[in-house]
């Protein structure tokens, strides 16, 4: 499906910019990197000449709809930016030169980039917003008709509007809601939609690494254009250590994207995560890292934390039933003597652990385990949700995710999914009766990407959470998670400058989160389509 449509073409915005930067990075280091870091590097255009494999991705993601520069003339950066780029004409031809051009031209654009297009300006300047409200997520509600000041990618101050400095970089956003950037806290960015096991297989048999990892990067990009600042994803999907490549990317400006906590492969027994049911001495990968016994796991925990790993993840249940009484029944994957091991080992060396945790057991020995984090907890039983309360544990219901597959894992075969999406909705208010803490996450990757995330805003509202409290779960609560609370999740002197706006009031209206049209992310805006400009 193609991804430059006109719902979502906010991270257009500066592609030029970016797909000339990374022409240059790529013409200026040459061969210094190995060739997955080359290849999505070079984001698009330069595969040809780079990779051997290049030029038949590059045709496939054409196909695919990702060379978003070829599929929009909305390719300006936004009027608050020093470094504006004339935009190109919808026909332009240059969608088909660029990936053509010699290395020579691309060392004179970089040239003349870094001539007119000067980043670092744009992080040394005072800039406003005018906001027509303001999402205080410290009290989930709205403050009326506020300036907020930045400088450099930092939040200065937040003025009422008639006290406000002058000052002529000024982003109207009056007849918007301004809000914190948005935190998801359970993606897979090299995930492109699981529902059924055969459009899993396929990415993992079909597509090389440098493809996923490409296309991983164009989806970073659209996370950011959906308004979601940072994310923490968890994990890669067979995709190796693409995600610590990408999060590293983004943070030396060379892609678009939020900022990332990754969780690399994580972590399973053998026999229990697919790829399955292939013949003894086919030889196929997983999506996960595979481990049996304490010392192994450890081993592997050791490893993942050596290449990059901020979060270990790991699979704790498989196998779901729903018994007559309503409990999720499941198959725990590793013994909690394995578990205990796996967290052992990540917390001695300072990572927290999520863990996917969806039936009867598999939560109950997360929880008894210590892990910081439960993924999904389709089912919690009673007893496990005040242990979780008083290990101060976080619970991420990814509620919308799963009725997104919930259809085509039935239809594959698993109709359980349908029937725990009752179970779910239970165990989700049980667990806010009982006070768990409750961090926004969406699963995005495992429906695909075209599908914007922040449909869980609404599927949480209407499982019983406040518009407030939902907005706090994927903002301030979310960077507790994160244990970025202090940089991010409030807008307030100090806090990064990650900031959002959305038309109207969400509070009234939760699905407007949906329709977040003004992204920054330390001090950059990355989109502002709404109207007023
Ligand atoms: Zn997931």
């Not at 009326?144 to 930045?150: K, T």
């Not at 927290?352 to 939560?363: E, I, K, N, R, T």
Request: hydrophobic fraction near 40%.
């Amino acid at each position: 499906m193609p991804v430059a449509s006109t719902e979502h073409t906010g991270t257009n915005d500066n592609y030029f910019f970016h797909t000339l930067f990374l022409l240059a990075e790529f013409a200026l280091k040459g061969s210094a990197r190995h060739p997955l870091y080359r290849s999505y590097s070079a984001g698009v255009a330069v595969l040809r000449d780079s990779y051997p494999l290049g030029s038949f991705i590059v045709r496939s993601l054409r196909e695919m709809g990702y060379w978003q520069i070829c599929q929009s003339g909305d390719v300006s950066l936004t009027s608050s930016s020093t470094h504006a780029v004339k935009p190109l004409p919808q026909s332009s031809p240059s969608c088909d030169i660029l990936p053509a051009m010699t290395r020579s031209l691309v060392r004179i654009l970089f040239v003349a980039l870094l001539a007119f297009c000067p980043i670092a300006n744009a992080q040394n300047t005072t800039q406003y917003l005018r906001c027509g409200a303001l999402f205080d997520s410290v009290s989930g509600t709205l403050r009326q008709h506020v300036v907020i000041e930045i400088s450099g990618n930092k939040i200065i101050n937040v003025h009422p509007e008639d006290q406000a400095p002058t000052g002529d970089r000024v982003t109207d956003l009056s007849s918007e809601t301004c809000l914190p950037g948005l935190i998801d806290t359970h993606t897979h960015v090299l995930l492109q939609g699981d529902a059924t096991a055969s459009s899993y297989a396929d990415q993992l048999l079909k597509q090389s690494l440098a493809y996923r990892a490409i296309v991983g990067a164009a989806t970073a990009g659209k996370a950011l254009g959906y308004g979601f600042t940072t994310i923490r994803d968890l994990e890669t999907e067979g995709a190796l250590y693409a995600d610590v490549d990408i999060k590293h990317l983004i943070e030396q400006g060379v892609i678009p994207g939020p900022r990332m906590q990754v969780a690399t492969r994580a972590l399973d027994v053998t026999g229990a995560y697919p790829l399955l049911g292939y013949a003894y001495g086919v030889d196929v990968p997983h999506g996960v890292q595979l481990c049996d016994g304490p010392d192994e796991c450890r081993k592997a925990v050791r490893e993942q934390i050596s290449y990059g790993a901020d979060w270990i993840k790991v699979y704790v249940d498989r196998g779901y039933f729903l018994r007559p009484d309503g409990v999720l029944d499941d198959i725990p994957t590793f013994t909690l003597d394995e578990l205990t091991a796996i967290v052992d080992e990540a917390h001695r060396q300072n990572h927290p652990v999520a863990a996917h945790a969806m039936g009867l057991h598999g939560v109950h020995n997360a929880i008894t385990a210590g892990v910081d984090t439960l993924e999904h907890g389709d089912y919690i039983a009673p007893e496990d949700l005040k242990t979780m309360a008083a290990k101060d544990m976080w619970y991420v219901p990814t509620t919308y995710a799963l009725e997104a597959v919930a259809e085509g894992r039935a239809s594959d075969g698993n109709p359980v999914y349908q029937q725990m999406i009752k179970t779910h909705a239970d165990t989700f208010r049980r667990a806010m009766a009982a006070h768990i803490k409750i961090a926004f996450g969406t699963d995005a990757g495992a429906f695909p990407w075209t599908t914007n995330p922040a449909k869980e805003f609404s599927t949480l509202v209407r499982d019983g959470m406040s518009p407030s409290v939902a907005i706090q779960s994927a903002t301030m609560q979310a960077a507790k998670l994160m244990h970025m609370d202090d940089k991010l999740g409030i807008i307030e002197p100090g806090k990064l400058a990650d900031i959002v706006a959305v038309p109207g009031n969400p509070l009234d209206q939760i699905s407007v989160m949906e329709k977040v049209d003004f992204v920054m992310k330390d001090g950059m805006i990355y989109r502002n389509t709404q109207a007023k400009q």
